[in-house]
């Protein structure tokens, strides 16, 4: 049998729930159109993902106005709402409608390079930031810990031997790049960080160090410069950054005072630049607005406005600029936020934390439109109560990997640890997958995925070499071995046959070397 | 552009003043000791501060600390055991000794056995930093190890590998001249710098030649030592040999040149008189010493190297007579003991300026050590060694791959941090071993090293608990930034580090309390438990990624 039809084979149907009905307008071609074949990518691995993380817990219901249900949305939040003749209409059907802070995405909405999905969240959600982004950046359940990022695991999956022998001719750009000084749990891969963080690719002090203070004008001062100076030097990336930046002379002219904007003229920059690096992540924070998120005497104005504007201006300059640079075709965003907020207001002109929420989704190749109904309560809510969620964010993801960044359906399980419905977001194209086999390869199991036993063969230099098994929340169920090896290549027998079936991970230590080997394991 | 071109192109200018050194001299420091002194001590004195070091000496006056690091308490630590196992195929292997008993008393020249010796040797030497006494004992004895450079891979034989290095440790901090004395008929040396095929017929000048170029005189200005005077040494050095059987050096007569040596003007055109009586051989090292300390260089040499171990390599003119004069007249008229030499710099003001501050470059092994006790990384206990060597050698190799290798410097000289003008400590930053640094901390902080089943690594989580108030992310980054970097950083880059790391980007800090709190009242809410130590973990890596982590 086939590894693939073996996989599909053992593992539970997909479920097709488009949950489309009530939902707004659809641009006409959807992801399964014949006319997909003309948006085909002009080269084999050039789709890119753009991830915008907007931190705090985005106001859903004050950033997609549920029309539909005006009045009990005006019960539940007398004190906040928007008044309905400032909403940006979506569509003729008018449903639903966007702040009026918003007007940048309404034009790329009318454009059909938008889509709005209604209400995402996942069952039993968390209140706390940190563990909801935790539960979004790992694209766990509630109660379940994982500890490696959904992109890092898409990533450890296309370039399953990274970072042993990387950079290397097949690919010699960062894999992931984070705007930021920290790289986040998104990125991280079954044991190593798959992405790199950046400030300032013109700046290569800032291409390690987010955070750099000025050197004083001391023997002390002279020793750090230097430090920081040879860092620059050696920063494994510093060339191919340096290069694509300096290969974009001219962009459009985006916002000032935005640092979402100053984030995304970058990620621009970067791939016009030719890095064929897949994933870029931005954040944008401030969205925690637990009081005086709009100015009392205008409620369409005030904090949350501000924020909304910010992030309408940086996303609407940055499709001009694709457009401008020629790569509008390569590139797809979506934003996302921990939670929504609590469907009623609170006194103090604020919101408390809350649930499902809309997302965007937005580039040329989107799926203009809105998926889902618009979300409705009654005339009196509770001051507990929260929006359900209509579609698992899994389900964006999985799409996304799936239609935008060409991960066969069939591999899709590895990454998201489970099956996920995938939704009419993107046009995808002819996708082919990268070239995933560069950099040397030290561990591997056969077979793959495995029912009971699977043998494991590993390359060591020699020395202690150490292999064991860990799962996703990185608990180490055994070490099969743990001594000193002539350098060489061995095998070794795992059995699984009592495990529940699901991903797992051989991890080698061989001194300084490590690299981990994904396994799925199937009843 | 060749590396070379780009390096200097990229290297920013530097103004003079940012040259400029501390103008102050040996008067004793008045100032207050508060942690930040404390750590600048501390750190220059051991390889890494833990927070239990720091509250050791928290409260003492600065007397009392300097008292306590030149006076060691804790007893010498016990020799290295046999860990090993020799393969089948050995000619003579050690059966005879027990593993977990110690090889040092064995007599055996079989090579694989000496190999391995020689390893366990170091294994044995990285634990014993790792678990430091809180005296200056160790970093002079690496201090020694340093200045006599001497290479086990050339001793070859373990035992004298072992000798050697316990003489550096005893006599630490004890007297210099009759140091000098015991290294000359050290067996080790004696090899290293061919001392026993040194003959009258047959003289090897290797010796003579370093005692005076690298051990006492140096390459200074003042030091007029001529080749007639190196000759003239070797002269005064033949006749000795090594004894594998008692482990020590003997003399023979018959080997010895009996002949007057005359000196150079340096020297006072001082005549060593020939002997060939049985105890000849070492009344004329005692001429050859006493001839050689009474030049005012040898203690002007000493202390310069003592400055550019434990303050900084830039020895202009007003350190030069500020503090490298004043130290060598103590030097001398403490007839060489080093103790009071060591109290007038660590007590000085010169020491505690803040020019003298955070511009040590770390060295890999103050960099691979310091990690370990400032992290207060946990190994096996005692009983399990093997384990413990398993990850000592892990250590080594760390540090030997960063341009260190414990116990084997590239040669005589030492290494060329001390004293390779202009880049002295920048040389063991380059564009292999920065990246090698940061991949050594990102390993033991993110992943750790797993050896016979168990594991060392960072527990990023302990080390903030043991801080004041983690529960209060400013405190909380301000104490872990004081206790990782001997620089403070400006509040913007604080605020960043707080939102990045700990808050996730949320700008309230009661979003940290909240979750710190849950942590202690209840770690076994495992998604809190693991959203606590990964943002912990993620700051400790980063902290120890930038420029400011390797400077002590």
């Known amino acids: 049998m086939k590894r693939r039809d073996f996989l599909e084979k053992s593992l539970p149907a997909g479920l097709l729930l488009p949950g489309l009905v009530g939902g707004l307008s659809f641009k006409a071609i959807g992801a399964e159109s014949p006319l997909s074949p003309l948006f085909l990518p002009t080269t084999e691995t050039d789709h890119v993902l753009v991830i915008i993380q907007l931190n705090g817990g985005n106001d859903g219901l004050n950033t997609v106005i549920p029309l539909q249900n005006f009045s009990n949305y005006v019960n539940a939040r007398p004190n906040i709402y928007v008044p309905e003749n400032k909403v940006l209409k979506l569509g003729t059907a008018g449903k639903a409608g966007l702040h009026p802070a918003l007007s940048g995405l309404h034009r790329l909405y009318n454009e059909g390079m938008l889509q709005v999905v209604q209400s995402v969240g996942y069952p039993t959600p968390n209140f706390s930031h940190f563990r909801a982004t935790d539960i979004w950046m790992s694209a766990s359940e509630s109660n379940q810990v994982v500890n490696s990022g959904w992109a890092g695991r898409y990533l450890n999956y296309e370039y399953p031997n990274f970072p042993n022998g990387y950079p290397n001719t097949s690919m010699r750009d960062p894999l992931a790049i984070q705007i930021g000084s920290t790289t986040s749990l998104t990125l991280q891969g079954p044991a190593v960080s798959m992405g790199m963080s950046i400030s300032n690719p013109n700046s290569f002090y800032n291409l390690v160090n987010g955070v750099q203070d000025p050197a004083p004008a001391t023997p002390a001062g002279k020793e750090l410069t230097y430090i920081r100076t040879v860092s620059q030097q050696t920063q494994q990336y510093a060339t191919v950054i340096k290069d694509a930046a300096t290969a974009v002379p001219q962009q459009v002219t985006y916002p000032t005072g935005n640092s979402l904007a100053d984030q995304l003229k970058i990620v621009a920059r970067l791939i016009k630049g030719g890095l064929r690096t897949r994933v870029y992540m931005v954040n944008f924070g401030g969205f925690d607005t637990h009081a005086a998120q709009v100015n009392a005497t205008d409620t369409a104005t005030g904090t949350h406005a501000n924020l909304l504007q910010r992030v309408s201006e940086a996303i609407t300059a940055f499709q001009d600029d694709l457009k401008f640079l020629g790569v509008d075709e390569r590139v797809v965003g979506m934003t996302f936020s921990e939670f929504g907020r609590r469907i009623k207001s609170n006194a103090s002109t604020g919101t408390d934390h809350g649930a499902a929420a809309p997302l965007f989704v937005f580039g040329k190749n989107v799926t203009g439109g809105v998926t889902g109904d618009t979300p409705s309560f009654g005339p009196s809510v509770n001051v507990n109560d929260n929006l359900p969620f209509q579609y698992d964010f899994r389900s964006i993801y999985a799409t996304l990997l799936n239609n935008w960044l060409c991960v066969d359906s069939r591999d899709l399980n590895q990454i998201m640890l489970k099956n996920f419905q995938t939704l009419p977001l993107v046009n995808a194209g002819a996708c082919k997958k990268a070239v995933n086999l560069s950099g040397e390869n030290l561990i591997s199991n056969y077979p793959n995925p495995f029912q009971g036993n699977t043998v494991i063969t590993f390359k060591t230099n020699g020395g202690h070499t150490l292999v064991q098994i860990m799962d996703t929340t990185g608990r180490v169920l055994v070490n099969l071995t743990d001594r000193e090896y002539p350098a060489g290549t061995y095998t070794l027998n795992f059995s699984g046959g009592t495990l529940p079936a699901g991903v797992y991970y051989a991890r080698l230590q061989n001194l300084s070397v490590q690299q981990v080997r994904t396994m799925v394991k199937v009843k | ?552």
């Open chain 2, 1 to 552: 552009m060749d590396r070379r071109a780009f390096f200097q192109q990229s290297v920013p200018a530097l103004s003079p003043q940012t040259m400029a050194t501390p103008s102050s001299g040996l008067t004793a420091f008045a100032g207050p000791l508060t942690d930040t002194e404390l750590y600048h001590l501390l750190d220059r004195c051991f390889f890494g501060v833990s927070r239990a070091d720091l509250a050791h000496f928290k409260g003492k006056t600065l007397s009392a600390v300097v008292s306590e690091l030149l006076n060691p308490v804790a007893p010498l630590p016990s020799p290295p055991v046999k860990e090993y196992t020799p393969a089948a195929t050995t000619a003579n292997p050690d059966t005879n000794i027990a593993l977990g008993s110690t090889w040092v008393n064995d007599n055996n020249t079989d090579g694989t056995v000496n190999s391995l010796r020689r390893a366990s040797f170091k294994k044995w030497w990285m634990g014993v930093l790792v678990n430091q006494d809180r005296s200056l004992r160790e970093k002079m004895t690496l201090f020694w190890h340093n200045h006599f450079a001497t290479e086990t891979t050339d001793i070859g034989n373990a035992q004298y590998v072992y000798k050697h290095h316990n003489l550096l440790r005893t006599r630490a901090l004890g007297n210099f001249k009759s140091l000098v004395k015991d290294i000359t008929l050290d067996p080790a040396m004696l090899v290293y710098l061919n001392g026993q095929l040194n003959t009258s017929t047959a003289p090897d000048e290797n010796y003579g030649r370093e005692l005076q170029e690298l051990f006492c005189c140096g390459k200074g200005p003042g030091s007029q030592y001529t080749e007639a005077d190196v000759k003239a040494a070797a002269r005064v050095l033949t006749g000795w040999r090594n004894n594998a059987t008692t482990n020590s050096s003997y003399f023979t007569v018959s080997r010895h040149d009996t002949g007057n040596k005359t000196f150079s003007a340096f020297y006072n055109n001082t005549v060593i008189t020939g002997r060939n009586t049985a105890n000849g051989g070492e009344q004329e090292i005692d001429d050859l010493l006493n001839m050689i300390f009474a030049t005012n260089e040898v203690a002007l040499y000493l202390c310069r190297r003592l400055y550019t171990w434990f303050v900084y390599y830039d020895i202009d003119a007003q350190v030069e007579t500020n503090v490298i004069q004043p130290l060598a007249q103590i030097f001398r008229s403490n007839n060489y003991n080093i103790q009071p030499v060591l109290q007038a710099l660590l007590s000085s003001q010169h020491f505690f300026d803040s020019l003298s501050r955070g511009c040590l470059i770390k060295s890999p092994i103050d960099l691979v050590v310091g990690l370990c006790r400032e992290c207060q990384v946990v190994f096996q206990p005692a009983s399990d060694y093997i384990t413990n060597y398993g990850f000592y050698n892990y250590l080594v190799n760390w540090a030997s791959s960063m341009q260190q290798n414990l116990g084997d410097p590239p040669d005589v000289s030492g290494w060329k941090a001390y004293y390779q003008a202009p880049q002295f400590y920048q040389i063991w930053i380059n564009s292999d071993t920065l990246p090698k640094r940061n991949q050594f901390t990102d390993t033991l902080v993110v992943n750790g090293y797993t050896f016979n089943g168990k594991k060392i690594q960072v527990d990023g989580v302990a080390l903030v608990q043991a801080l004041p108030t983690p529960r209060d992310p400013n405190l909380l980054l301000t104490d872990l930034i004081n206790s990782l970097f001997r620089f403070d950083l400006t509040p913007a880059s604080k605020a960043q580090l707080k939102r990045d790391f700990l808050l996730s980007g949320q700008s309230q800090d009661y979003y940290w309390t909240e979750a710190w709190d849950l942590f202690v009242s209840t770690p076994s809410n495992t998604a809190n438990t693991t959203l606590v130590r990964n943002r912990i973990r993620d700051l400790i890596k980063y902290l120890m990624n930038l420029a400011e982590y390797q400077l002590a």
